[in-house]
Nanobody
């Protein structure tokens, strides 16, 4: 099992920045990828960004490219999401997720989420 705990959410004005953190614990060695998703009220959960525990591979949703940066600190088993130039439409609950290479689904483990609210 893997436990994920997000932090860093809050209220920010449009154009501002926030950095989210996701601390992973448990059987992290079983996982090879970490990602951020978000879910706005009344909408489905959407992919935001993904990073692998090794190498430099990252991918982003088109809606956040150039504004958000995903990174990791392997020594701390922590993944970050730096969010710049925030917009009102970025308002959502942000979830951290982890996946195993041998699993049938991309992401098996999820955090509890952290609220990000961007005021316009």
């Amino acid at each position: 099992q893997v436990q994920l705990v997000e932090s860093g959410g809050g209220l920010v004005q449009a154009g501002g920045s926030l950095r989210l953190s996701c601390a992973a614990s448990g059987s992290i060695f079983d996982t090879d990828r970490m990602a951020w998703f978000r879910q706005a009220p009344g909408k489905e959960r959407d992919f935001v960004a993904r990073i692998m525990w090794s190498g430099d591979s990252t991918i982003y949703a088109d809606s956040v490219k150039g504004r958000f940066t995903i990174s990791r600190d392997n020594a701390k088993n922590t993944v970050y999401l730096q969010m710049n130039s925030l917009k009102a439409e970025d308002t959502a609950v942000y979830y951290c997720a982890a996946g195993r290479p041998s699993a049938t689904i991309a992401y098996e483990y999820w955090g509890q989420g952290t609220q990000v609210t961007v005021s316009s």
